[in-house]
């Protein structure tokens, strides 16, 4: 099998869509200098409403402006529970790809809060508040268009990686070997 042939198997076999890679998304929505970005883990999930299948298990921010920051964890940050009538998290996954979903979780706020919405086809929204002494609070809220990426399988990476190290390795064999043959005068097999 040529390494080009072999190459192309790799690529056709890390292409092909299984329910393990629907287990995370990268999320990011914001606008000029105020963006959040993270990654939403799940699960598919039964005894969602009709036509939805999974369900976020946890949601983990990679970036996000400072004082949102800030008053994000004074809040205590998000909880993630399963879908119910005050709180939605339903999603439709198919093989491996995001169709749809909602994911609200408001809290209570009295002083301490934190509100997440992330509405695929919609935008998203993040807003934080709390104490700065008795008489102001502080609020920052950041929100706009909602962009969601899966999560690649790390074994299908390695696959990948180590697919191309073979083929790679064996093109430097071949021309170091043929090389050395031709120094010595044998003629190169086929």
């Known amino acids: 099998m040529t390494p080009l042939r072999t190459l192309a198997l790799l690529l056709a076999f890390a292409a092909v869509p299984t329910q ?14 105020d963006i959040i970005t993270g990654v939403m883990t799940g699960e598919m999930t039964t005894g969602l409403p009709v036509g939805y299948n999974w369900s976020a298990t946890s949601i983990l921010f990679t ?11 004074h809040a205590g940050g998000i909880s993630i529970r399963p879908d119910t009538l005050f709180m939605l998290n339903r999603w439709i996954v198919d093989d491996g790809e ?5 994911f609200d979780q408001r809290t209570g706020c009295i002083f301490d809060c934190v509100h997440l919405r992330l509405d695929y086809g919609g935008n998203g929204l993040l807003f934080a508040a709390h104490p700065l002494d008795f008489s102001h609070i502080e609020q920052y809220t950041v929100q706009g268009p909602l962009t969601m990426q899966p999560v690649p399988e790390p074994a299908t990476l390695t696959l990948f990686g180590l697919g191309l190290v073979g083929v790679v390795s064996r093109r430097l064999i071949r021309r170091t070997g043929s090389a050395s043959r031709a120094r010595a005068g044998v003629s190169p097999d086929r």
């Not at 995001?98 to 909602?102: A, D, L, N």
């Open 63 to 73: 970036s996000m402006p400072a004082p949102m920051q800030s008053a994000y964890d």
């Open 20 to 33: 393990a890679r629907a287990s995370a998304f990268t999320f990011s929505f914001g606008t000029d200098l």
């Open 98 to 102: 995001m169709i749809g979903g909602r």
